[in-house]
């Protein structure tokens, strides 16, 4: 947009963007980059969307009406897969891309040429995965979880299609988390020392190593199962001598740390919001930090507190209890600084601050549900029902989805140049809220009266909470399209940005125009 | 006039709503019928109502701000970030909450492991979409099906009250006797749960896990498989029908008897028609999941019967299929799970069935020497 080639005679080619297709596929700059990734995670967003419209649809009423059990299941594992590495993860990423220079006052990223191939790696996977869909036998239909040996020995053919995204989809997110971390490591302002870091910053750190540290073991584990299935090999055939346990181990010891993942950029993003708008500096800006280590830390510790039935030995089970419990101490003193930010500021509720006051309430209620899964004899009765179901999706959807909406609220100004519609946002707000809150609040009673999950039909007691559960659901997925029109409408034009739309924002991102230069910071700025 | 609307809106919601008749707005956990189940259900409950203080006061702080703090109200905003003391505070507070938790979940978990001094022991098998159960030393055993008919999953017939959470053999347990379960499955993972009994166990090829249960309230017990197992994983419940002792005795030496007459019914001489009969039964409960009732299959990972080649030709390789499975395939070997009488009526069954009329059989006898040959 405004953002195009100027014609100074001393300008060289470098200025400005390329024309056409060739400017998306060879671009280097971190602003398109970031573009791109977020189109590509909300085109995933809708597409996984679809499949849990389907899920639900069949899920309205009690008996089979509309898919069948091999197609259930491959919705089920299609939504996970896609929801998790095609649109949570790239839109952070994305978001990283966009603010990460603007905010530590650096000119784009630090390995452009990287950058845009861990982007483009990405729709390649993604074409292989929902290809998927369309070979003889079907997509893969064992949980995005894909135990062994539900996944191997049992495994429909396009398995091997599904382990080589994966493989891509890592090979591009460890790209990603290399590029993250030598730019914050290597291209700050002068005077922003680690401590004066934005938490965004700091929470894509420890983000990008958890990101290294475990993506290779994803890679290992779908290896191996690569080896079963074609190379004859038994690590997880207990006839062979394998151990369809060890399947679980490993893939949890990536599972665990891959949900802070999805979770920890939410927090810095929101410890922006809440005080831009509370009008007040963040409380314990010290402590944020130390608790999102720490988070990370015992991230690594806890993984078989999703094994908790698979029969480990008692000394085991009391330890990942134990750790698990204690997850919950950082996460609160994440929870409490956020009040005390608000608590006596001088707040107001533009669109970012309700998804991030929504945030921080639903998230929260969905860490008092994973505190209730992390005390192991109770676990027994919640473990595989939909109380799970309602867990995770309560610290995912108004977790890692509505900061992602807040953070785009809050930079669409700044990214565009122009304010977005805010009744249509406060719309797709309380329309969001209202029917996630609707969609996903009855699976906790389901899971508590005994529904288990991955289930395409159920007894008819479940019948009148999954009705409810459903409607909520198809009211969610429609107000999404809403946040498409919102988005496409503030591109195209509307009420010019200011460089600071936000009174109460800081940063260095908003010293610069709203929209910023194609290329960030030419000289660096002075930190004090 | 009213009663009219009435009839007419409950027909309307009839139609609409089938299932919400039936249905029950239950919101909490039961607290079931075991000394284990009613400890979880304690466990819950305290966990339960320790969130909800924690949630009201930080929620009541949060909502006060907002209600009181607003710019709209011309609120203005302080300046403090930061109070060592209230940090630390709400550091330690909660990690002392967690510790009081722990004791508890610690002494109810000792108690779960404790499966020593059993009084009856019996192995639970996990089978694509079955359960089996073994009564270890009564030297008996059976498969539990799913009662429910596709003409209720298909919505063709009005659902039962206890669709999807009906078996044709329940699981029978004396009352007020530690039973002993030994979970394990024969290809992929299940979990076995009844949440009366608060008892869940990974049902994992290759592994034998332990857990144990005690009722003391006779009654049937319903509950279902809770790890993803495949297409069928939605229709593997799980029913158990505590009675007791006397009437338990009772139907272990009937039980003892019908395997006897079993074992015998492989010395008798069948004929095809008689083959056929117990060969249709024992396709339905055992290879119509996959196979299909009508014989099609769903290719690829299923292949037809009808006009298969190994169905209409060669005998040799029809039995070693059957008997011993397709490693590799989801086909599982059937030699250890089905009587020679069923291995022979199934087997006799596809070859006639379905158009394929090749009018061969195979006698149980056949069945039971080509077992032993190898």
């Not at chain 1, 982007?119 to 894909?146: K, Q």
């Not at chain 1, 809403?482 to 195209?492: D, E, G, R, S």
């Not at chain 2, 403090?80 to 909450?97: D, R």
């Not at chain 2, 939605?234 to 009675?243: C, D, I, S, T």
Request: with cysteine; charged share 15%; glycine share 8%.
């Amino acid at each position: 947009m405004s953002a195009v080639a100027d014609t100074h005679a001393q300008d060289h080619h470098h200025h400005g963007p390329a024309k056409g297709f060739s400017r998306w596929l060879l671009t280097t700059n971190h602003k398109d980059i970031g573009t791109m990734y977020l189109i590509f995670s909300f085109a995933m967003f809708l597409l996984g969307g679809t499949m849990a419209m389907v899920i639900r649809a069949e899920l309205f009423q009690p008996g089979l009406q509309i898919v069948e059990p091999e197609f259930f299941n491959q919705m089920t594992t299609m939504h996970g897969l896609i929801m998790v590495f095609g649109a949570v993860m790239p839109a952070f990423v994305g978001l990283a891309n966009w603010m990460l220079p603007l905010m530590i006052g650096a000119p784009d990223m630090a390995l452009p040429r990287m950058n845009n191939w861990s982007f483009w790696l990405l729709p390649c996977a993604f074409l292989i995965l929902v290809s998927t869909l369309f070979m003889s036998g079907g997509a893969p239909n064992f949980g995005w979880t894909f135990y062994a040996p539900l996944s191997t020995t049992y495994g429909p053919p396009s398995t091997t299609f599904f382990i080589f995204a994966v493989h891509i989809m890592g090979i591009s997110s460890i790209m990603g988390a290399i590029n993250v971390i030598a730019t914050i490591l290597n291209l700050r302002a002068p005077g922003m020392t680690l401590m004066k870091m934005p938490l965004f910053v700091w929470t894509w750190l420890i983000t990008a190593f958890l990101l290294i540290a475990v993506m290779p073991v994803l890679a290992g584990v779908v290896t191996m199962m690569l080896m079963d299935i074609n190379f004859g090999t038994s690590f997880f055939d207990a006839s062979g001598g394998g151990d369809p346990v060890l399947f679980q181990h490993v893939f949890w010891f990536f599972g665990h740390p891959e949900v802070y993942i999805m979770i920890l950029p939410a927090f810095g993003a929101v410890s922006h919001i809440i005080p831009a708008f509370s009008r007040k500096p963040l409380f314990g800006y010290a402590s944020m930090v130390y608790a999102v280590g720490a988070i990370a830390l015992l991230s690594f510790v806890v993984w078989a507190h999703h094994m908790f039935t698979v029969g480990i030995p008692i000394a085991g089970q009391l330890f990942f209890m134990y750790a698990t419990m204690l997850i919950a101490v950082p996460t609160g003193v994440k929870v409490f600084n956020w009040v005390a930010t608000m608590f006596r500021g001088a707040l107001s509720f533009e669109a970012p601050m309700l998804f991030a006051v929504a945030f921080v309430i639903l998230f929260t209620i969905g860490g008092f549900s994973g505190l209730m899964l992390a005390i192991a004899p109770a676990d027994f009765q919640y473990h595989d029902t939909y109380f799970v179901v309602a867990h995770f999706h309560y610290v995912l959807v108004p977790g890692a989805i509505f900061g992602i909406f807040a953070s785009a609220y809050f930079w669409l100004p700044k990214w565009t140049g122009h304010m977005y519609d805010e009744t249509l946002a406060k719309t797709h707000f309380w329309l969001s809220f209202i029917g996630m809150n609707l969609a996903f609040f009855p699976m906790h009673f389901l899971g508590l009266a005994g529904m288990p999950r991955r289930i395409p039909d159920y007894a008819l007691q479940f019948a009148d909470f999954n009705m409810v559960s459903s409607i909520g659901a198809f009211m969610f997925g429609a107000t999404q399209l809403l946040f498409l029109l919102i988005v496409v409408k503030c591109v195209k034009g509307g009420e010019k940005a200011a460089a600071k739309p936000w009174d109460g924002a800081e940063g260095l991102e908003w010293t610069l125009p709203s929209p910023p230069p194609y290329h960030s910071f030419t000289t660096p700025p002075e930190v004090k | 006039m009213r009663v009219h609307a009435k009839r007419a809106g409950a027909l309307l919601g009839g139609l609409l709503f089938p299932a919400w008749s039936m249905a029950d707005w239950t919101l909490n956990m039961a607290p079931g019928v075991t000394g284990t189940s009613n400890e979880i259900f304690s466990l819950h409950m305290t966990i339960l109502w320790i969130c909800v203080v924690i949630g009201i006061v930080v929620f009541g702080v949060m909502f006060w701000s907002i209600f009181a703090h607003r710019k709209s109200q011309g609120h203005k905003p302080a300046n403090f970030h930061e109070n060592t003391v209230v940090e630390i505070l709400w550091t330690i507070i909660p990690f002392v909450i967690l510790v009081i938790m722990a004791i508890p979940a610690t002494a109810t978990l000792v108690d779960m492991y404790d499966t020593a001094e059993s009084d009856v022991d019996i192995k639970v098998t996990g089978y694509q979409w079955r359960w089996k159960y073994d009564y270890l030393d009564e030297e008996f055993g059976y498969f539990s099906n799913l009662a429910t008919s596709k003409d209720e999953i298909y919505n063709r017939l009005d659902k039962s009250e206890n669709y999807l959470l009906d078996v044709d053999n329940p699981l029978v347990i004396p009352v007020g006797k530690k039973v002993r379960l030994l979970v394990t499955a024969n290809d992929v993972i299940h979990s076995w749960w009844v949440p009366a009994f608060g008892v869940k166990k990974d049902a994992i090829p290759g592994f034998i896990n332990e857990t144990w249960t005690r009722v003391d309230e006779p009654g049937i017990y319903r509950g279902q498989c809770t790890e993803l197992c495949g297409k069928d994983h939605g229709f593997m419940p799980v029913v158990v029908k505590a009675v007791p002792e006397a009437e338990y005795n009772e139907w272990v030496a009937e039980q003892q008897a019908a395997a006897e007459r079993e074992r015998e019914l492989t010395e008798k001489d069948w004929t095809l028609e008689e083959l056929m009969e117990r060969g249709e039964q024992t396709y339905a409960t055992t290879c119509a999941a996959c196979h299909q009732a009508d014989g099609s299959g769903a290719p690829p990972a299923f292949p037809a019967l009808k006009g298969s080649q190994v169905v209409l030709e060669d005998m040799d390789a029809h039995l070693d299929i059957v008997v011993n499975g397709v490693s590799g395939t989801a086909m599982q070997a059937f030699g250890g799970q089905l009587s020679e009488v069923d291995l022979a009526a199934v087997i006799t069954y596809e070859r006639n069935a379905w158009g394929n009329n090749t009018g061969e059989m195979v006698t149980p006898k056949e069945v039971f020497e080509y077992k032993n040959q190898e």
